[in-house]
């Protein structure tokens, strides 16, 4: 619950400031986002891709309404709502489609178009921690008080939660400084 309640917060709040920085963007193409920071921490340069608007409007779109069903949810089960089986695998679903999406706006933003930004980031993080207690929680659902391998899988992935998560981050943010590798080591004296 409270990592929904966060994770939706945060995502939102990101997703919220990627759309008025779009929004700025389409009213004035010199408009030069808050997150443009040098020539690799550059939102203007992603939101002027097409990658940027998938499925014909800007993909933040889609942040603002998932990450407010995701904070909504994190709320009601803080307040003592239970939900369904069938509404956890509509859950399960779309997080899953959020971190397919999310991994292939990171491989477009490292190998397409050669740029990163912030509130994206930050949204990817949101979306894999989403993705994975969600998971888990299902997961534990699914395998109640059964014993057996899956049981035992759980039960480690549960004990273990943030390991899989740091090595996520760990992995993306070493595809991020092998990418950019010769750009980070001109701002070294």
């Given amino acids: 619950?409270?990592?929904l309640s966060i994770g939706g917060f945060v995502g939102l709040l990101a997703s919220a400031t990627l759309l008025i920085e779009k929004i700025e963007l389409l009213k004035d193409p010199d408009y030069v986002p808050s997150c443009s920071i040098n020539p690799i921490l550059s939102c203007g340069s992603i939101m002027r891709t097409s990658q940027a608007e998938v499925f014909g409007f800007p993909n933040?779109?889609?942040?603002?309404?998932?990450?407010?069903?995701?904070?909504?949810?994190?709320?009601?089960l803080l307040s003592g709502v239970h939900y369904p089986r069938l509404f956890w695998v509509g859950m399960q679903i779309g997080a899953t489609l959020g971190l397919v999406f999310v991994h292939w706006l990171i491989y477009q933003s490292l190998y397409r178009i050669d740029a990163?930004?912030?509130y994206c980031m930050?949204?990817?993080?949101?979306?894999?921690?989403?993705?994975?207690?969600?998971?888990?929680r299902n997961l534990r659902a699914a395998v109640g008080t059964r014993s057996g391998g899956s049981a035992r899988l759980v039960r480690?992935?549960?004990?273990?939660?943030?390991?899989?998560?740091?090595?996520?981050?760990?992995?993306?943010?070493?595809?991020?400084a092998e990418r950019f590798w010769d750009y980070w080591t001109t701002l070294l004296p």
């Fill in 1 to 3: 619950a409270w990592v």
């Fill in 60 to 76: 933040p779109v889609l942040g603002v309404i998932g990450f407010a069903v995701v904070l909504t949810v994190g709320v009601s």
């Fill in 116 to 118: 990163l930004c912030p």
């Fill in 122 to 136: 930050v949204v990817w993080c949101v979306t894999a921690a989403i993705f994975w207690y969600v998971s888990l």
């Fill in 156 to 176: 480690v992935g549960t004990e273990f939660h943030a390991v899989v998560l740091t090595g996520w981050v760990l992995a993306v943010s070493g595809l991020i």
